[in-house]
């Protein structure tokens, strides 16, 4: 079975602050997909990144970075120089064999002024 | 190039009426997956849908729930004899399907209540 586990809860940070938000998933499987989906207050749901279990080169895109260490079976997402704007719900998710995905129960972050 | 349309947005129901809501996907996507996000709580899968197949219901409801996607025409999920604890949010997500899974494009969410 397949499991992802984000420990924190709500995260809250000032403005300009660094933060990480920590995803640690469960699976059996050799050939899986990770993701991280934004969730903001009016409530869609926005696609972040997907990486596959082959790939383990971090990613940058602008003020978002992502870590996947396979050794620890962890996805970390770090905001550097965080924004009110970036105030949301933070999903990992968790695909295997292409269809459903997996979501950890979400990380709320508040980011104040 | 239109996302993924649900409708209705907001959808109130009395104990034991039907619920029915309407998942369009994106233009070139034939793959429909349906979630459910309880308050508080992640979403959950429910059901995942090609044109005209259901290739895995393992997150449905035993009873009460159903989902078909037509050939023409959006996805349905049907909710019958509704009842408090089905008061949620219904996210329908599409892809493009294929043999790696694509990154599932989200909608903006049916909130149902039932009161």
């Known amino acids: 079975a397949q499991k992802v586990t984000q420990a924190q809860t709500e995260i809250s940070v000032v403005e300009k602050e660094d933060v990480t938000l920590d995803c640690v998933y469960e699976?059996?499987?050799?050939?899986?997909?990770l993701f991280w989906y934004k969730q903001p207050p009016s409530g869609e749901l926005v696609f972040l990144i997907r990486r596959n279990s082959f790939d383990e080169q971090n990613e940058i895109s602008g003020r978002y970075s992502w870590n996947f260490q396979k050794s620890t079976s962890s996805f970390n997402f770090t905001i550097t120089a965080s924004q009110v704007v970036d105030s949301a719900v933070y999903f990992c998710?968790?695909?295997?064999?292409?269809?459903?995905?997996?979501f950890g129960a979400g990380t709320i972050l508040r980011v104040k002024s | 190039n239109a996302g993924v349309m649900q409708n209705p947005r907001h959808l109130v129901r009395r104990r034991g009426q039907e619920a029915r809501l309407r998942c369009s996907p994106m233009?070139?996507?034939?793959?429909v997956y349906w979630y459910r996000q309880l308050p508080e709580e992640g979403l959950k899968f429910m059901v995942y849908l090609q044109k005209e197949n259901i290739i895995d219901e393992s997150g449905m409801p035993k009873e009460r729930f159903s989902a078909e996607f037509p050939k023409e025409g959006p996805s349905i999920l049907r909710i019958q004899q509704v009842v408090r604890g089905d008061s949620a949010a219904y996210f329908c997500a599409s892809s493009p399907g294929g043999g790696i899974p694509y990154e599932q494009y989200f909608g903006p969410g049916t909130r149902l209540t039932v009161t």
């Open positions: 998710a968790l695909s295997v064999g292409g269809n459903k995905l997996v």
């Open positions: 699976t059996r499987d050799t050939t899986y997909y």
């Open positions: 233009k070139g996507h034939s793959h």
